[in-house]
């Protein structure tokens, strides 16, 4: 199954990111993937992404991360809500001692 996900680039302390579309068995660092659809920069806050391309892979049975989602869904690319992507909090139970 392909997916539409971020790879990191950047260095230490500087994080970029390229917006791949892969195999999603493939690691995260592989340099094996299908294209490159736009970048994010983190610090300056600049998403770019091809909207065509996406659409067309999207079209074509790849499926996004989360994340992505919720960019995508920031710039405008798709419609839609954004996806929560952080866990549900538990609350921990305090034992009694006895």
């Not at 592989?30 to 806050?45: D, L, M, P, R, W």
């Not at 989360?66 to 609350?91: E, M, S």
Request: charge should be positive; avoid cysteine.
């Amino acid at each position: 199954m392909l997916k539409i996900r971020l790879q990191r680039t950047g260095r230490k302390n500087d994080p970029h990111f390229r917006l791949i579309v892969t195999e999603s068995t493939l690691k995260p660092k592989t340099s094996q993937f299908a294209e490159i659809v736009g970048t994010y920069n983190v610090k300056a806050g600049i998403f770019e992404a091809k909207a065509d391309r996406v659409k067309h892979w999207m079209s074509v049975g790849a499926q996004v991360t989360p994340t992505v989602h919720n960019l995508l869904v920031t710039k405008g690319v798709i419609a839609g809500k954004k996806v929560n992507v952080l866990p549900k909090k538990t609350v921990q139970k305090k034992e009694v001692k006895a």
